[in-house]
Nanobody, 123 residues
């Protein structure tokens, strides 16, 4: 059974940092494209970054460029999202998703999803 577990969400002040982790069981992330999405209150789900089948990063959201980075930890079978200089508008539930085909900025392109981790940015 395949399971993705996103963790690391927390309450943080503006300007702070968090590192989210997406851990997989039942699959090996090395063979998958893995993406991070988020859904803020009252907003549609938004694609942020993806690590593709060549393990290169693809950045989709201008709002997080220069602040968020995606990385793989092959030994731990995780994909991490380092978030720096967090802003109020970064408040959202953050999801990871994986698929064998590649990185696509579309919800329906991913076969596996984690349940999400809450990030709240508040003073």
């Amino acid at each position: 059974q395949v399971q993705l577990v996103a963790s690391g969400g927390n309450l943080v002040q503006p300007g702070g940092s968090l590192n989210l982790s997406c851990a997989a069981s039942g699959i090996t992330f090395d063979f998958y494209a893995v993406a991070w999405f988020r859904q803020g209150p009252g907003k549609e789900r938004e694609g942020l970054l993806c690590t593709n089948l060549d393990h290169d990063a693809e950045n989709w959201a201008d709002s997080v460029k220069g602040r968020f980075t995606i990385s793989r930890d092959t030994a731990k079978n995780t994909v991490n999202l380092q978030m720096n200089n967090l802003q109020l508008e970064d408040t959202a539930v953050y999801f990871c998703a994986a698929d064998l085909v590649g990185c696509y900025n579309r919800d329906d392109a991913y076969i596996y999803w984690g349940r999400g981790t809450q990030v709240t940015v508040s003073a």
